[in-house]
């Protein structure tokens, strides 16, 4: 079936480096994509989402890009502090289908080393 | 304002008891959400509410009920529980989708649930 997974299940990164975290998602029809960052404890929280009309969108400090031709998805985190530490989560929805029903990432924990 | 309310924070529960958990939020959506989440595992949807009626059950067991009072609340009632039903139980509501295309999914904290 179709899914969405990351290339990279786990990255450390020292502190004030950038950080770029992959997703490949496999369904042609896929047209929202949102990344969601996990602390420890705490439930997804929303950081930047993305249309499949637009390949670049930009939010404090973070960039996500979409590569509509390899499926392709991705989250750039500039200056990384150790308060992005955390699990994140690429999630796709697509046309077609039920516009309420999110498809998951498996997930990349992000450890950043001060 | 983007927040999401869920009590309790935790939830210790054996399998013959009844509880519920609590979700509420006054962003003004009309679409609300329950997910599961294993440790280590991304959030796995259980059932979808649209203008306060069920509009998705991912075939969740009925010992599993949810109820939307309103178009604030959101309610999931727990009764003869299983262990591997322990897991992070998540709330969350969007917008409804519409003309603009599909909607952003607010997470609650969410409540850690341990049944024995």
């Known amino acids: 079936g179709e899914s969405v997974g990351l290339h990279l299940p786990t990255l450390s990164v020292q502190e004030g480096d950038n950080s770029i975290i992959n997703c490949a998602y496999s369904n042609s029809a896929s047209d929202y994509f949102i990344w969601y960052k996990q602390e420890s404890g705490k439930g997804p929280q929303f950081i930047i989402d993305?249309?499949?009309?637009?390949d670049k969108r930009q939010g404090q400090r973070v960039t996500v890009l979409l590569n509509k031709t390899v499926k392709h998805l991705s989250l750039q985190i500039a200056a990384t502090q150790p308060g992005d530490s955390a699990v994140y989560f690429c999630a796709e929805n697509s046309s077609g289908g039920s516009n309420y029903k999110l498809t998951f990432g498996k997930g990349t924990l992000l450890t950043v080393n001060p | 304002d983007t927040e999401v309310t869920q009590t309790p924070k935790h939830l210790v529960m054996g399998m013959t008891n009844k509880k519920s958990l609590k979700c509420e939020q006054h962003?003004?959506?009309?679409?609300m959400y329950w997910y599961k989440q294993k440790a280590k595992k991304p959030p796995e949807l259980m059932f979808v509410y649209s203008y306060e009626k069920l509009s998705i059950n991912e075939s969740v067991p009925s010992r599993f009920s949810p109820e939307c009072p309103n178009s604030s609340l959101l309610n999931l009632h727990l009764h003869a529980l299983q262990p591997e039903d322990s897991a992070l139980y998540l709330c969350a509501s969007s917008q409804l989708p519409g003309l603009a295309g599909k909607e952003t999914q607010y997470f609650g904290p969410g409540t850690r649930l341990l049944v024995l």
């Open positions: 962003m003004g959506h009309r679409a």
């Open positions: 993305i249309r499949s009309n637009m």
